[in-house]
């Protein structure tokens, strides 16, 4: 049977990948697989993979030259330096959302509230409020998710990350609102809301479009900012004076989403820019 060395691996990997994404990308992906799937660190590339390592290597092999995408062929993602078990139901969480929760975690840590109430609207995989509670342990976390996979995989991550005890995670279509009256008041809200038009969805990278689960990312071409509207209603009920509604936004509705927070009478409404330079970020306070 054919010898195959890690090195011999990750050449492989990105030969056979840089076709479809770059060698950039193609060598970043061979790094998460031998990182993640075989424990390989330092770029060491002697060791021999054994006949199940080999074997397994194949089955990764043959998942990622379909276009599935590697965190759900690991089975992991990194987010703010933890690991979050992610699958079909969820997304895969990202570096602008990272940025969201930086953002949020600097409010926070200037909130005089002592023990602030966070309310994360679609979870996905929990990765922003199980974060937020992760670095800041003194805030009530709480959750809703219309999605009972994604739900799944959030209390999974919860329990994993932060113990049993520590949120509060429920199923609930925030656009339903006859829901409302179930929650009490809360200090922050955050949300990563499915935001792009079905007329864009052609302009969605395959990988994304196809393994991706499209109600987390598409909204109807006709009211595209309906979650935005929505929560910003449910806020006005549900978020105290004072406190923080954060969005993540489409770049090229971001605007849009900052005027409809201005026509709801929110204070200090405010875009900020992520790191590749496109307004995806929003935060917006309730009055006093």
Not at 10 to 35: D, N
Not at 152 to 163: D, P, R, Y
């Amino acid at each position: 049977m054919t010898v195959m060395t890690t090195g011999e691996a990750r050449q492989q990997l990105i030969e056979s990948l840089t076709p479809r994404y770059g060698a950039g990308e193609a060598s970043a992906i061979a790094r998460i697989v031998l990182e993640d799937a075989f424990g390989l660190r330092n770029n060491a590339g002697t060791r021999v993979l054994d006949d199940s390592e080999r074997t397994y290597f194949g089955r990764i092999l043959e998942r990622l030259l379909s276009g599935e995408p590697v965190q759900y062929v690991i089975g992991e993602a990194a987010f703010f330096g933890l690991r979050f078990s992610v699958g079909p139901a969820v997304l895969i969480p990202r570096q602008e959302t990272e940025e969201l929760v930086a953002w949020a975690l600097e409010y926070l840590k200037q909130c005089p509230v002592e023990t602030p109430d966070v309310l994360d609207i679609g979870l996905g995989s929990g990765c922003i409020g199980i974060t937020l509670k992760k670095k800041m342990p003194r805030i009530r976390l709480s959750g809703v998710e219309t999605s009972p996979e994604a739900l799944s995989v959030a209390i999974q991550n919860a329990e994993k990350i932060l113990g049993a005890g520590q949120f509060v995670f429920s199923l609930c279509n925030i656009l339903q609102r006859s829901n409302w009256a179930q929650f009490s008041q809360f200090d922050l809200l955050i949300s990563n809301p499915p935001y792009i038009p079905e007329s864009e969805m052609n302009k969605v990278p395959r990988h994304v479009s196809a393994f991706e689960p499209g109600i987390a990312l598409f909204v109807k071409e006709d009211d595209p900012l309906i979650f935005y509207r929505v929560i910003a209603e449910f806020s006005l009920e549900k978020l105290r004076p004072g406190g923080a509604l954060f969005f993540e936004c489409n770049e090229f509705n971001a605007v849009k989403v900052a005027e409809l927070m201005q026509e709801f009478d929110f204070a200090d409404v405010e875009l900020r820019k992520d790191i590749a330079g496109a307004d995806r970020m929003l935060r917006a306070l309730k009055p006093l």
